[in-house]
T-cell receptor
């Protein structure tokens, strides 16, 4: 158990709908990252927040957005869903950076199925 | 840009066989390198890491050496077990933040 929790575990919805994925980081971690894992694209970085502020953006679609709240939990919002958005969405957290490396701890993921 | 290329799977080995999973990278800057493992139905776990050239990361019998001259970080284990069956991801981080992952290599170890 990494200490990172994600809800829900599974989500089934229809095209055009909007969903919210939730992540609670490990105690003391200030950074939250979102990744998408799909069969064709592999594991891709979407976005990072640090202590409530957006820190870095990866291959995140405009239909997707995220935020980190004062209690440091984060939500990933996916709207106007398409079939191709079906994937595993992982959240990871890490402690404040020390030096060039900081380990990321991954949650169990949310499996999104768009029908 | 930054990218990681790792060998295609699946890799099927008998128990106690020697394992090598190749990983090469391209990076603008000086990356840290990682191997993550994903067991069925679970999230990713850090297996080992190396933050500078010639560093050797090791954990649970797995090893990988950061080779700057060949831009490689191959994963090895001398004797695999059935419990090592999983998907292995090579990854890099240049900024110290976001990870760039390879496509993953599925390993199946048979008794």
């Amino acid at each position: 158990d990494s200490g990172v929790t994600q809800t829900p575990k599974h989500l089934i919805t229809a095209t055009g709908q909007r969903v919210t994925l939730r992540c609670s980081p490990r105690s003391g971690d200030l950074s939250v990252y979102w990744y998408q894992q799909s069969l064709d694209q592999g594991l891709q970085f979407l976005i990072q927040y640090y202590n409530g502020e957006e820190r870095a953006k990866g291959n995140i679609l405009e239909r997707f957005s995220a935020q980190q709240f004062p209690d440091l939990h984060s939500e990933l919002n996916l709207s106007s869903l398409e079939l191709g958005d079906s994937a595993l969405y992982f959240c990871a957290s890490s402690p404040p950076l020390r030096g060039a490396y900081n380990e990321q701890f991954f949650g169990p993921g949310t499996r999104l199925t768009v029908l | 840009g930054n990218s990681v290329t790792q060998m295609e799977g699946p890799v099927t080995l008998s128990e106690e066989a020697f394992l090598t999973i190749n990983c090469t990278y391209t990076a603008t800057g000086y990356p840290s390198l990682f191997w993550y493992v994903q067991y069925p139905g679970e999230g990713l776990q850090l297996l080992l890491k190396a933050t500078k050239a010639d560093d050797k990361g090791s954990n649970k019998g797995f090893e990988a050496t950061y080779r700057k001259e060949t831009t490689s970080f191959h994963l090895e284990k001398g004797s695999v077990q059935v419990s090592d069956s999983a998907v292995y991801f090579c990854a890099l981080s240049v900024t110290g933040y976001a990870l760039n992952f390879g496509k993953g290599t599925s390993l199946l170890v048979t008794p």
